[in-house]
């Protein structure tokens, strides 16, 4: 099984990487240094996912993306059968589930984010970091 640690913003705070003086509280609620979450540990497991391996592209009805890369929405607002246990939570590469248009330069090497304990994408958002490009986006619903 491998393991995938996620560190929250509090926990630069705890390591010291912060130096004496250069923050100064604006009151403008949780930031970056704040110590509001826990660290919490995030495993990776196998999913059955028929867009595993490839790059994922905005597709519209039936349509088909090169590589073989397969639509996950009916055409409609729903999902197909298969994608529906997929939807909503955070993977690495497979189908992605943008909240708005699919970002950019994907590769099968993304992370796809959902809002999380300590990560809060602006309600209802999710974000896409590749790990190949350096692609990265995120949007909220």
Same mark, same amino acid.
């Given at each position: 099984?491998?393991?995938?640690?996620?560190?929250?913003?509090?926990?630069?705070?705890?390591?010291?990487?912060?130096?004496? !003086?250069?923050?100064?509280?604006?009151?403008?609620?949780?930031? *970056?240094? %704040?110590? #509001?979450?826990? $660290?919490? @540990?995030? &495993?990776?497991?196998?999913? #059955?996912? +028929?867009?595993?391996?490839?790059? +994922?592209?905005?597709? &519209?009805?039936?349509?088909? !993306?090169? /590589?073989?890369?397969?639509?996950?929405? $009916?055409?409609?607002?729903?999902?197909?059968?298969?994608?529906? +246990?997929? =939807?909503?939570?955070?993977?690495?590469?497979?189908?992605? =589930? +943008?909240?708005?248009?699919?970002?950019?330069?994907? $590769?099968? &090497?993304?992370?796809?984010?959902?809002?999380?304990?300590?990560?809060?994408? !602006?309600? /209802?958002?999710? *974000?896409?970091? @590749?790990?190949?490009? %350096?692609?990265? @986006? &995120?949007?909220? !619903?």
């Amino acid at each position: 099984m491998h393991v995938l640690t996620i560190w929250l913003p509090g926990d630069f705070q705890r390591r010291g990487l912060r130096a004496e !003086g250069e923050h100064a509280d604006e009151s403008e609620g949780t930031n *970056a240094w %704040d110590i #509001v979450e826990p $660290t919490i @540990d995030i &495993w990776l497991i196998p999913r #059955v996912d +028929p867009n595993a391996g490839k790059a +994922p592209v905005e597709l &519209w009805g039936d349509e088909v !993306g090169p /590589g073989g890369y397969v639509n996950p929405s $009916t055409g409609g607002r729903s999902l197909a059968g298969w994608a529906e +246990p997929l =939807f909503a939570l955070s993977h690495l590469g497979g189908t992605a =589930f +943008p909240v708005q248009a699919m970002p950019e330069g994907l $590769t099968p &090497w993304y992370l796809e984010l959902e809002e999380i304990s300590g990560l809060n994408f !602006g309600g /209802g958002g999710n *974000a896409q970091i @590749d790990l190949e490009s %350096d692609a990265f @986006d &995120w949007a909220c !619903g």
